[in-house]
């Protein structure tokens, strides 16, 4: 039982690997590339699935570091036009359809965003293979796995390239809509570059009372984290989704 627990493919408290992981990066660059981005450059794929597996196959699956996805963000990361950026935090859905309709782009509309969307992944050390039975758990196991980091490393770098006016939609049904802790609180809104204006919009839940405001402590402690970067703010609340999604 020990041996099975603690060396075996199945003691991490996460999901495991995607099954067909390499296969579906493949097949949803090939599409990007083709369908999503007609005319750009073409990109080698297959390169991209290489410098996607190679920085976590046969690693240790909690000792993930930026500098492993540098190659594949050096490779692949594409950047979004000014005033086109969505970023989100826990509002993952309706950041997306609001985008959708807006035609702006969130993290999840670059090509690494597209290939990594939904998919779990993480390795072995000694090991050619995934794991598919289970992978680190970001509170149970270790924050430092493969899949954290990752959207960490890409949310930095997209964070770092956006321009003009850019958005991001928080969630005004929690207590505090800005979460410091979160890749957004964290990673994100602490790399945006002078001159970039971020707008802020609050959405809660249809039939419930907002939880939070543009003028609650949450939101203060996004303004001074912008404020020492010379970034602009601007924030809308009180806003329920078919008030954001319809003609605001
Ligand atoms: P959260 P965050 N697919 O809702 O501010 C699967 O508190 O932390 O929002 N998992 C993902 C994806 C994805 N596409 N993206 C992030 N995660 C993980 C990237 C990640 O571990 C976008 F640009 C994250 O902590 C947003 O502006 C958690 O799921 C920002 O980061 C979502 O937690 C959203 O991250």
């Given at each position: 039982i020990y041996k099975w627990h603690h060396s075996?493919?199945?003691?991490?408290?996460g999901r495991g690997s995607t099954a067909d992981f390499q296969k579906i990066i493949q097949e949803r660059c090939d599409d990007y590339t083709q369908?999503?981005?007609?005319?750009?450059?073409?990109?080698?794929c297959q390169g991209i699935k290489q410098a996607f597996t190679s920085a976590f196959?046969?690693?240790?699956?909690?000792?993930?570091?930026k500098e492993d996805y540098k190659p594949l963000l050096d490779l692949a990361y594409t950047t979004v036009p000014c005033n086109k950026a969505v970023f989100w935090s826990k509002t993952k859905e309706l950041a997306h359809e609001y985008a959708k309709r807006r035609g702006l782009l969130t993290l999840e509309d670059t090509l690494l965003g597209s290939l990594a969307d939904g998919l779990s992944w993480c390795g072995e050390p000694?090991?050619?293979?995934?794991?598919?039975?289970s992978c680190p758990d970001?509170?149970?196991?270790?924050?430092?796995n493969y899949f954290s980091v990752f959207w960490e490393a890409l949310s930095e770098r997209f964070a770092e390239n956006v321009c003009g006016t850019v958005q991001v939609v928080l969630n005004g049904?929690?207590?505090?809509?800005?979460?410091?802790?979160s890749i957004f609180g964290r990673v994100e809104a602490p790399n945006l570059r002078q001159m970039v204006t971020l707008k802020a919009w609050l959405v809660h839940d249809p039939g419930k009372p907002p939880s939070?405001?543009?003028?609650g402590p949450s939101i203060k402690e996004l303004e001074s984290i912008l404020n020492q970067r010379s970034v602009r703010f601007i924030c809308r609340d009180n806003l329920s989704r078919d008030q954001f999604l319809g003609s605001y």
């Open positions: 075996g493919l199945n003691r991490w408290h369908q999503i981005q007609p005319g750009a450059r073409s990109r080698n196959i046969s690693k240790d699956p909690c000792k993930a570091t000694g090991s050619p293979d995934l794991n598919y039975q970001w509170k149970k196991d270790c924050r430092t049904s929690i207590e505090n809509a800005f979460d410091k802790m939070d405001s543009c003028s």
